[in-house]
T-cell receptor, first 108, second 115 residues
Framework: GIQVEQSPPDLILQEGANSTLRCNFS?????LQWFHQNPWGQLINLFY???GTKQNGRLSATTVATERYSLLYISSSQTTDSGVYFC??????????FGKGTMLLVSP | EADIYQTPRYLVIGTGKKITLECSQT?????MYWYQQDPGMELHLIHY???????EKGDLSSESTVSRIRTEHFPLTLESARPSHTSQYLC??????????????FGEGSWLTVV
């Protein structure tokens, strides 16, 4: 099946800083999603983005399908952005495969 | 916002007990999923369903079973709980039309501790 790798595994930021999270995948995808898991375990879908660029407030995501990677940008980070960010992908032959996540800590 | 509900949210049970984790969604989604996640770790798919009377095992071997008798309901059952089953169980669903119909929505999770 498809392999999904995320980097960096951990990230510590000062409030107000910007960051970029990366997701590499091993096959062409017809489904790629980014999620945020808060400290209480709740998973929230951020973007459905198999290709192209989307923006939602301070967050934006870009997927370059031909080069098999996706980026999640967080601008002007806030403490509430802390948590784990997961990328998940599906090449169309199965269900979503999740990466191991990037743990983000934003300090005041 | 997603309308997908899990009960119980937290449960501590003894070894050997039978437990059913409930999951319901009000979005009319055809596809439903159960994931298992240990704290700080990645998600592993244990069961999924593409519609009523359809269930499949996921990537991670699990001693649990599921049923899909109604579109909105996808319960997960452990016949005999063991300490190794201690984990968070996340239910999810997806559906709708077009590419965005692949968007997955998660419930709040059920934290199970087997003592």
């Amino acid at each position: 099946g498809i392999q999904v790798e995320q980097s960096p595994p951990d990230l510590i930021l000062q409030e107000g800083a910007n960051s970029t999270l990366r997701c590499n995948f091993s096959d062409s995808v017809n489904n790629l999603q980014w999620f945020h898991q808060n400290p209480w375990g709740q998973l929230i879908n951020l973007f459905y983005i198999p290709s192209g660029t989307k923006q939602n407030g301070r967050l934006s995501a870009t997927t370059v399908a031909t080069e098999r990677y996706s980026l999640l940008y967080i601008s002007s980070s806030q403490t509430t952005d802390s948590g784990v960010y997961f990328c998940a992908a599906d090449s169309g032959y199965s269900t979503l495969t999740f990466g191991k996540g990037t743990m983000l800590l934003v300090s005041p | 916002e997603a309308d997908i509900y899990q009960t119980p949210r937290y449960l501590v049970i003894g070894t050997g007990k039978k437990i059913t984790l409930e999951c319901s969604q009000t979005m009319g989604h055809d596809k439903m999923y159960w994931y298992q996640q240990d704290p700080g770790m990645e998600l592993h798919l244990i069961h999924y369903s593409y519609g009523v009377n359809s269930t499949e095992k996921g990537d991670l071997s699990s001693e649990s079973t599921v049923s899909r008798i109604r579109t909105e309901h996808f319960p997960l059952t452990l016949e005999s709980a063991r300490p190794s089953h201690t984990s968070q169980y996340l239910c999810a669903s997806s559906g709708g039309t077009g590419g965005s119909g692949n968007t997955i929505y998660f419930g709040e999770g059920s934290w199970l501790t087997v003592v």
